[in-house]
């Protein structure tokens, strides 16, 4: 039998063995996490990092297959965050939600510019004061992303994501996320004037999407609940679950919306409707099995650390720290200012700190668009890095006396 003629013909089917392998790395990573007390996404990205480039370069996080089944597990994992969420709490932490995200893009948006600016201006390209200023103004600008993908695995594990904490950490992840999508187009439009970047129609496509994901998530819920019923309805609600996600995070990406918040949107369309419970329990089987375990391996294989850093590792360092103390900061004075307690207000801003595919997507904009250094790339990685390491761990440790707080079918 010739081994190495069996091996190219089974060539072309490569891709198989890369998600066994990612699969397996996530299981033993989550496992080992379970066995010290910590939560199963932090060994996952753990794990990723040692089979990615940055140590053993076992796969390559570049795969096309790998980054879409990836995409879909945040997707799922957020659609189960909007399932899961408590509709009167949602509506009344929409204030408190806006204040705390506000503070969470001020402060490190603020130190993320000042800081380069004032005492690290050789990691900055070269220009006049203007130029510079505005390149300081683009790191402050990837600062201000967070990835609340990370902070809902673990809450979902804790059954936290329903308390009043929970849900204000997704609801300050989302007008976050809005605010930086804004942030960027106008920093971009500065550094670059003769950019394609309309600022008006931007900001008309945003609240066009709010509008008609709002509108459509209501006429959904209304007509699930009241026409939607019987064995054919409850045999075929999770198929219509997963195309009705599908269909809001790519409408969300159309009108530059992160595919994450239109995902939210349709579980909360969802989480108001009888079969709730069984979407839920249906879709987080298999997501849970496949797609969000390579989300976070995913994670580990994207973040590459070379051994360059040590050249500049104080710079690197101090935007790591102005990124998480902006965060926990900045989140957390405001949640104090919502009418949060001390304790609710740290666990709000820990569970903002953490920073992964957006970051890294806006960080390689500005290097291949030269508006900031390989330095400061490679430090961005390393935040990325570094906050996806401690964010389950700090999580885990605040809400370890909460109650569990269980799903409940508040409308």
């Given at each position: 039998?010739?081994?190495?003629?069996?091996?190219?013909?089974?060539?072309?089917?490569?891709?198989?063995l890369?998600?066994?392998?990612l699969?397996?790395?996530?299981?033993?990573?989550?496992?080992?996490?379970?066995?010290?007390?910590?939560?199963?996404?932090?060994?996952?990205?753990?794990?990723?990092?040692i089979?990615?480039?940055?140590?053993?370069?076992l796969?390559d996080?570049?795969?096309?297959l790998?980054?879409?089944?990836?995409?879909?597990?945040?997707?799922?994992?957020?659609?189960?965050?909007?399932?899961?969420?408590?509709?009167?709490?949602?509506?009344?932490?929409?204030?408190?939600?806006?204040?705390?995200?506000?503070?969470?893009?001020?402060?490190?948006?603020g130190?993320?510019?000042?800081?380069?600016?004032?005492?690290?201006?050789n990691?900055?390209?070269?220009?006049?004061?203007?130029?510079?200023?505005m390149?300081?103004?683009?790191?402050?600008t990837?600062?201000t992303?967070?990835?609340?993908?990370?902070?809902?695995?673990v809450?979902?594990?804790?059954?936290?994501?329903?308390?009043?904490?929970?849900?204000?950490?997704l609801?300050?992840a989302?007008?976050?996320?809005v605010?930086?999508?804004?942030?960027?187009a106008v920093?971009?439009g500065?550094?670059?004037?003769?950019?394609?970047t309309d600022i008006?129609?931007?900001?008309?496509?945003?609240v066009?999407f709010?509008?008609?994901?709002?509108?459509?998530?209501?006429i959904?819920?209304?007509g699930?609940?009241?026409?939607?019923?019987?064995?054919v309805?409850?045999?075929?609600?999770?198929?219509?679950?997963?195309?009705?996600?599908f269909?809001?995070?790519y409408?969300?990406?159309?009108?530059s919306?992160?595919?994450?918040?239109?995902?939210?949107?349709?579980?909360?369309?969802?989480?108001a409707?009888?079969y709730?419970?069984?979407v839920?329990?249906?879709?987080?089987?298999?997501?849970?099995?496949?797609?969000?375990?390579?989300?976070?391996v995913?994670?580990?294989?994207n973040?590459?650390?070379t051994?360059d850093?040590?050249?500049?590792i104080?710079?690197?360092?101090v935007?790591?720290?102005?990124?998480?103390?902006?965060?926990?900061?900045?989140?957390?004075?405001?949640?104090?200012?919502?009418?949060?307690?001390?304790?609710?207000?740290?666990q709000?801003?820990?569970?903002?700190?953490?920073?992964?595919e957006v970051?890294?997507?806006?960080?390689?904009?500005?290097?291949s668009?030269?508006i900031?250094?390989?330095?400061?790339f490679?430090?961005?990685v390393?935040?990325?890095?570094?906050s996806?390491?401690v964010?389950?761990?700090?999580?885990?440790?605040?809400?370890?006396?909460e109650?569990?707080?269980?799903v409940?079918?508040g409308?």
């Amino acid at each position: 039998m010739d081994l190495s003629a069996m091996m190219q013909h089974a060539q072309g089917y490569e891709f198989l063995l890369q998600l066994a392998i990612l699969l397996v790395a996530a299981a033993i990573g989550g496992w080992l996490a379970s066995k010290v007390s910590m939560p199963p996404v932090l060994g996952q990205i753990l794990v990723g990092i040692i089979i990615g480039p940055t140590v053993f370069n076992l796969v390559d996080g570049k795969n096309d297959l790998i980054h879409d089944i990836s995409q879909i597990g945040v997707i799922f994992l957020m659609f189960l965050a909007g399932l899961e969420t408590d509709l009167k709490e949602l509506k009344s932490s929409g204030k408190g939600a806006s204040i705390i995200a506000m503070g969470g893009v001020l402060l490190p948006l603020g130190l993320g510019t000042l800081v380069p600016l004032l005492f690290f201006k050789n990691f900055l390209p070269d220009g006049d004061a203007h130029h510079q200023l505005m390149f300081a103004l683009y790191i402050g600008t990837i600062l201000t992303a967070t990835s609340v993908s990370i902070s809902v695995s673990v809450l979902r594990d804790m059954k936290q994501l329903g308390s009043k904490q929970g849900i204000s950490i997704l609801g300050a992840a989302i007008i976050d996320d809005v605010l930086g999508i804004v942030l960027l187009a106008v920093v971009s439009g500065m550094v670059n004037p003769s950019g394609d970047t309309d600022i008006k129609q931007l900001m008309i496509k945003i609240v066009s999407f709010f509008i008609i994901a709002v509108l459509a998530g209501i006429i959904i819920s209304k007509g699930i609940t009241k026409f939607a019923q019987g064995s054919v309805w409850r045999d075929r609600i999770v198929t219509f679950a997963i195309i009705l996600c599908f269909i809001f995070a790519y409408m969300a990406e159309m009108f530059s919306v992160a595919a994450i918040t239109g995902a939210y949107f349709a579980g909360v369309a969802l989480a108001a409707t009888p079969y709730r419970h069984r979407v839920v329990s249906k879709i987080q089987s298999f997501a849970y099995a496949l797609f969000t375990p390579i989300f976070f391996v995913s994670i580990g294989l994207n973040a590459v650390i070379t051994s360059d850093i040590v050249n500049y590792i104080g710079y690197a360092l101090v935007i790591v720290t102005i990124a998480v103390v902006g965060k926990i900061v900045g989140c957390g004075v405001s949640a104090r200012i919502s009418g949060f307690n001390g304790k609710h207000s740290l666990q709000i801003g820990v569970g903002m700190i953490a920073r992964a595919e957006v970051a890294l997507i806006v960080a390689n904009q500005g290097l291949s668009s030269g508006i900031i250094t390989n330095q400061t790339f490679t430090s961005v990685v390393l935040l990325v890095v570094i906050s996806t390491i401690v964010t389950p761990p700090l999580l885990k440790l605040l809400f370890k006396k909460e109650k569990p707080v269980e799903v409940s079918d508040g409308k």
